[in-house]
């Protein structure tokens, strides 16, 4: 009896392998098992290979599946195009349609299931997919009845009969497992209460609507477009409004005049699209204007691999924009942190008027992940407005103690001033004499202060003295928690900044002093944290290690375990 | 909120003394938009004016309004912006030729299409004044400049025959040195409903020469008064004729603005059923939610 079962599913466009997927997540979510779900494509827009892996526990699920106890395959040329992405277990059994023999050292045992003749059979040809669920569901001790609802549910809308055939599908196809004698460990697990099922992307859309936001402008681009989607289908519903702009310049353009209106804005693009919005970053920032920014990360630089997470837009984002620019980062590592980190980047935004950039990537922003309702609710804060009875002689850029100054919204009667790109004084007229210059870098800069004291957000794992601290941000968190757990022992922990700017940076240190040892895990070839952390804190000399490597394949377990093991046996490269 | 309070030109000045050369055209345009303003009866408060950067995208600063000076091109997509969160603002963008036909033409193509609620106050001067005289899109070819010594290779646009073409749905043509045309203008672009697009010819003194008021001033004759504004030919053909400066309404037709499909699409999408609640929301991540009690 396994506590829990990783497969994927592997087929042409139309083989419905990402369809199998999402119904065993859905179904598995729904009956309290943790599920993590992952797509991967070929390059065709329409049709070509696809892929799915699907992670079910009974305890929550930080890393996408690494080695699989299950793959399905519905023709082997598309499974050539995952070959780097998808490994089975050494125990690992593979299924795939009959006639087509599986090459060889894959797995331990390969049966051919005639997947195409069972969904014929039972009258819904198109199906294999759910044929090869039915016989997924026997061998793997999956949630029967639940997978059949989930079924019934997705063809609910199609014609008469086609729910019925594909239930027979189903059902053929765990008669036909209930006849294999194969030796695999069934999932054993006790039902609860059911779980969403939501991917980054969604989190960040409805962590927007939760913090208030009520417009959103943004230009198509992959890997962040499905927060596009959802906020053009759901802000018209609750009187927001979504508009598809030109251009990224255009989408934080309209960002920053929608905030400066009054209402809460964000916009969600890729590294592309940071790029063009460098310099409204900037604006922003100088002009006070709350601003949030989603940034997916994908392969870089430049076009770059659109469809595969990377985490080399850190500096970038960190630092974009000429000039001396203050802005928050906040990092994302799962799905539920993608919805506190929106929130937060909201809160943030609003409460220091200063463009907040949340760093999500590609791996978290589209995976689906179960997760609880309960751990949707974040406390939203509000921007300084100044009553009525402040506005005698309003200077809106007056020094604060923290850096903010109360702002009015267009249409206050008495609270007008020119916002400005310029450097400006107090009232936000132009000036160009050093003093005034320097008198305003300091106020904007004394927010960065403020926010550190205010965001101190990280998470940090294992003993507080450890022979082996590991540092990770973003998506390598789940990978770096796992691999902690299988290490096992009082010698390894992990620090995991969420804020990236400001750093919460005295925690860091603190941390850094007291490991023996410090080895940085990233997925960015030119090791962007490593050098970004070398200018933010001091990392000691010779007793710092950097596993850093390109994006394109997510950071395994096994691999952040390995790197770790390594250093504590003191094989590692020193830097 | 319209008002009964009678503001005139003066309440619309700021403190702040414009950096403009003297002569230049742009002291005319800003008069204008003064009694423009006061003449449109709306209180100070309720107006924003969105400009870019240029000689021209100062002016934002002189007008006691809420005012936005932005970036270099990018004042289109501000004030949709704004105009999106608050439609009761009057939103003007204001500009020069080169922020709004070079660097930020892509803008202007967008906001024209979707007959965006605002108006464009476009300050053309056929030169880049603020960085010393090179060439821009309005420049005639063959010029010399300080960037085209040998004389500009490039064609210039015609701001409003361009508007038209891009599918503005009001478009007019003013002279700096007509303070009173200007200003009818301004007013009546100010009610347009949809995206109003005013090119005013305003002479830079400095870069152009002192020559330029005589000689534009010549050419200036009002649009004919058997123009049809609904025809975009004839709209295009008053543009065309280079003997003459053509100043009045060119074009002016009517059709769905941005804050009306706006509008349009919370119907189609909510129609008259109360809005959903966040439960509803999540729902659409699970038939699981909201959890059933044990």
């Known amino acids: 009896m396994s506590q829990q079962v990783a497969l994927a599913v592997v087929g042409s466009g139309g083989d419905g392998a990402v369809a199998a997927g999402d119904i065993i997540a859905i179904a598995c979510g729904g009956v309290g098992l943790h599920v993590m779900k992952t797509e991967a494509y070929g390059p065709q827009i329409r049709g070509g290979e696809s892929s799915c892996t699907v992670r079910v526990s009974t305890t929550p699920v930080r890393a996408q599946a690494g080695a699989v106890d299950a793959l399905v395959v519905f023709s082997w040329d598309d499974f050539a195009r995952f070959r780097d992405e998808i490994s089975v277990a050494g125990s690992g059994i593979v299924l795939h349609e009959e006639g087509h023999a599986a ?46 609802a989930a079924v019934k549910q997705r063809f609910a809308k199609k014609k008469a009969g086609v729910v019925e055939t594909n239930l027979r599908a189903f059902d053929a196809g765990q008669a036909f497992a209930a006849g294999l004698t194969v030796d695999v460990e069934p999932l054993m697990y006790m039902r609860g209460a059911p779980h969403l099922l939501m991917s980054g992307n969604e989190a960040c859309a409805v962590a ?24 053009a289908e759901w802000l018209p519903r609750i009187g927001g409004s979504s508009l598809q702009t030109e251009d990224e310049l255009a989408a934080i353009g309209a960002v920053i005049g929608g905030s400066f ?60 924009s000429h000039g001396d620019t203050p802005r928050a980062v906040i990092a994302c590592s799962d799905v539920a942190d993608a919805y506190h980190a929106t929130v937060e980047a909201f809160n943030i935004a609003e409460e220091f008027q200063i463009p907040v950039i949340v760093l999500s990537d590609q791996l978290v922003a589209q995976r689906k992940e179960t997760i609880d309702a309960d751990a949707l609710v974040h406390d939203v804060r509000e921007r300084r407005v100044p009553p009525p009875h402040e506005l005698e002689g309003y200077r809106r850029y007056a020094a604060g103690d923290d850096g903010v100054s109360p ?28 003093g005034v210059h320097e008198r305003m870098n300091a106020k904007r800069y004394r927010k960065m202060e403020a926010i550190a004291r205010e965001y101190p957000l990280y998470r940090c794992y294992g003993p507080s003295r450890a022979r082996l601290g590991i540092l990770c941000w973003g998506s390598a968190e789940g990978v770096v928690r796992e691999a902690l757990d299988r290490i096992g022992g009082v010698s390894v922990a992990a620090f995991v900044p969420r804020m990236l700017a400001p750093l919460p940076a005295r925690e860091l ?44 394949k997510p950071l395994t377990v096994e691999e952040v375990a390995g790197a770790a093991t390594r250093v504590l046996a003191a094989e590692e490269v020193l830097v | 909120m319209s008002c009964e309070a009678v503001y005139n030109a003066n309440d619309y000045k700021s403190d702040l003394k414009p950096v403009w050369c003297p002569g230049c055209g742009d002291f005319g345009v800003l008069t204008s938009v003064y009694r423009a303003l006061a003449e449109s009866r709306r209180e100070p408060h309720e107006t924003v004016i969105v400009s870019g950067i240029g000689c021209s995208s100062r002016l934002p600063g002189y007008v006691e309004t809420y005012g936005f000076n932005s970036l270099h091109g990018r004042a289109l997509p501000i004030a949709t912006g704004v105009k999106l969160a608050a439609p009761a603002l009057t939103v003007v963008a204001v500009g020069g030729d080169g922020d709004g036909i070079a660097i930020g033409g892509n803008h202007f193509l967008h906001a024209a299409r979707r007959n965006v609620d605002i108006t464009y106050l476009m300050m053309d001067n056929e030169i880049y004044g603020l ?54 203008l301004i007013a009546r672009a100010i009610a347009h409903r949809g ?59 009517e059709r769905p603005t941005l804050l009306g499909e706006m509008m349009s699409i919370r119907w189609r999408a909510q129609g008259d059923a109360a809005p959903p609640t966040r439960t509803e929301m999540l729902r659409t991540f699970g038939a699981g939610f909201p959890r059933t009690s044990p």
């Open chain 1, 103 to 148: 090459p060889e050292g894959l797995g331990r045992t390969a049966i051919a299931v005639p997947f195409a003749r069972l969904a014929k059979e039972s009258g819904a040809p198109q199906s294999k997919n759910i044929a090869a669920l039915g016989v997924l569901a026997a061998l793997l001790g999956l949630p029967a009845d639940a997978i059949r």
């Open chain 1, 407 to 434: 702002m009015t919204i267009p249409g206050m009667p008495g609270g007008m001033y020119q916002t400005n790109g310029l450097e400006h004084d107090e009232r936000g007229r132009p000036s160009a004499m050093y």
């Open chain 2, 195 to 253: 995206f109003a697009f005013l090119n005013v010819v305003s002479p830079c003194v400095t870069w152009r020469g002192d020559d330029q008021h005589k000689e534009l001033r010549a050419k200036v004759r009002s649009v004919p008064a058997d123009h049809d504004t609904a025809s975009a030919e004839a709209a295009q053909r008053l543009c065309g004729e280079s003997e003459h400066l053509t100043v009045g309404v060119l074009y002016d037709v």
């Open chain 1, 261 to 320: 209106a009054g209402v809460k804005s964000m916009t969600a693009t890729s590294g592309p699209g940071l790029s063009l919005m460098a310099e409204m970053l900037g604006l922003a920032s100088i002009a006070e204007i709350p601003a949030v920014i989603v940034n997916v990360q994908r392969g870089g630089p430049s076009t770059g691999i659109p469809t595969k997470s990377e985490q080399s837009d850190l500096l970038h984002a960190v630092h974009a």
């Open chain 2, 131 to 184: 960085t010393k005289g090179q060439a821009g899109p309005t420049t005639p070819a063959g010029d010399k400049t300080k960037s085209t010594t040998y004389g500009n290779p490039d064609a210039s646009v015609d701001p409003c025959r361009l508007a038209i073409s891009l599918g503005a749905s009001w478009v007019a043509r003013g002279f700096s040195g007509d303070v009173k045309g200007t200003t009818a």
């Open chain 1, 509 to 552: 240190q603190s941390f850094v002093d007291a490991c023996d040892e410090i080895l940085i895990v990233e997925l960015s070839f030119s090791a962007q944290f490593h050098r970004y952390l070398r200018t933010e804190i001091d990392l000691p000399r010779g007793r710092t290690h950097v596993h850093a490597r390109s994006g394109g």
């Open chain 1, 208 to 231: 927007a609507i939760d913090a208030g936001c009520r417009f959103f402008a943004g230009y198509p681009i992959t890997p962040s477009s499905e927060i596009l989607h959802f906020l």
